[in-house]
């Protein structure tokens, strides 16, 4: 199955600032990304082309990265998931930009329905608050919004599944 899912944010900012945000992911400084809720993004070294990280059951390796522009991610797990991802700023005036998360994939066999049973719905969440989080940091105030039911569900049911750690 072909798979196109775009987020985007339009922010009042100079595309400097707005492309800290791209930077800054997965460091001690990331101010986008919502890993209190939801799992962080992790890589095993610095934001660089080849490195190789995740988050959750979601893994990837950055296979473009341009400072302050775009970085994009080549996807190596879940099985099923042929594509990538990537986080986009594209300059609208010197002190707006619109600030984009594009996913671009196929999924095969199992991997289509766990798309739509089960990403899909927790990864339009989870993109959602990290675009509030942009939002707040470009001093804008994101709408209040809740996750759905079913988001609210599967995010139970994931911390079911999970092991106790000692």
Known sequence: MRVINVHERQLGVAAATAGDLIDRLASDHDVM??????????????????AVGGHGPICYVVDAYEAGQTIRFRFTSPRGFRGGHRFEINEVSPDHVILRHTIEMRTTGSANLSWLIAIKPLHNALIEDALDRAELFAGGRPRVRGWSLWVRFLRWAMRKRQPVRR
């Open 33 to 50: 990304w919502p890993g209190e809720q939801w799992p962080p993004m992790r890589f095993d070294r610095p934001l660089e082309v080849g």
